[in-house]
T-cell receptor, first 113, second 116 residues
Framework: GDSVTQMEGPVTLSEEAFLTINCTYT??????LFWYVQYPGEGLQLLLK???ADDKGSNKGFEATYRKETTSFHLEKGSVQVSDSAVYFC????????????WGLGTSLAVNP | DGGITQSPKYLFRKEGQNVTLSCEQN?????MYWYRQDPGQGLRLIYY???????QKGDIAEGYSVSREKKESFPLTVTSAQKNPTAFYLC???????????????FGDGTRLSIL
């Protein structure tokens, strides 16, 4: 079945450092890929998405490119801020899964001033 | 403002007790979901509903029950059969309009359930 694998955390960075959180997937057909973010004590919110190969999703300085050849959707940000400290989830949606999302385990990010 | 409201924020359950977690949305979304979040285990799907008066089991439905009598509401009952209920519970909703891949899931702020 479909699956999502994220790099394990926690990730600790200094402010203004470059961020990469790796996400790879296995899926049949043509899935869509998502990054969600969960701030402390809150629910999740959509950060960005890509619906087909070579699409780049972007939001709030974060970017991720849907790479079908490497089955990856890595999250990047050029300069992180303390306010980016959160848990980041990669997710996959496949029409064959009846709209259920397949979730990665989440990667915790802590940014120090 | 439109959104999803989960209540209570914190809930305590005694042994042998059933408790119900509330989830209400005013986004006019057809689909609603319940997830359980445990440290290091990501989100696991408990139940989901794609339309009023219909719902399906997710990956970990044992010990839980739901109802969907109204479009706006999708309460989750944690029964005494759920032996390890301590977790963070998240409710989400999703629009069914248009291409599904363009519709994100919207989440509430969660309910943290603990055992007394």
């Amino acid at each position: 079945g479909d699956s999502v694998t994220q790099m394990e955390g926690p990730v600790t960075l200094s402010e203004e450092a470059f961020l990469t959180i790796n996400c790879t997937y296995t899926a049949t057909g043509y899935p869509s890929l998502f990054w969600y973010v969960q701030y402390p004590g809150e629910g999740l919110q959509l950060l960005l998405k890509a619906t087909k190969a070579d699409d780049k999703g972007s939001n709030k300085g974060f970017e991720a490119t849907y790479r079908k050849e490497t089955t990856s959707f890595h999250l990047e940000k050029g300069s992180v801020q303390v306010s980016d400290s959160a848990v980041y989830f990669c997710a996959l949606g496949n029409p064959g899964n009846n709209r259920k999302l397949i979730w990665g385990l989440g990667t915790s990010l802590a940014v120090n001033p | 403002d439109g959104g999803i409201t989960q209540s209570p924020k914190y809930l305590f359950r005694k042994e042998g007790q059933n408790v119900t977690l509330s989830c209400e949305q005013n986004l006019n979304h057809d689909a609603m979901y319940w997830y359980r979040q445990d440290p290091g285990q990501g989100l696991r799907l408990i139940y989901y509903s794609q339309i009023v008066n219909d719902f399906q089991k997710g990956d970990i439905a044992e010990g839980y029950s739901v109802s969907r009598e109204k479009k706006e509401s999708f309460p989750l009952t944690v029964t005494s059969a759920q032996k390890n209920p301590t977790a963070f519970y998240l409710c989400a909703s999703e629009s069914r309009e248009g291409a599904w891949s363009n519709q994100p899931q919207h989440f509430g702020d969660g309910t943290r359930l603990s055992i007394l």
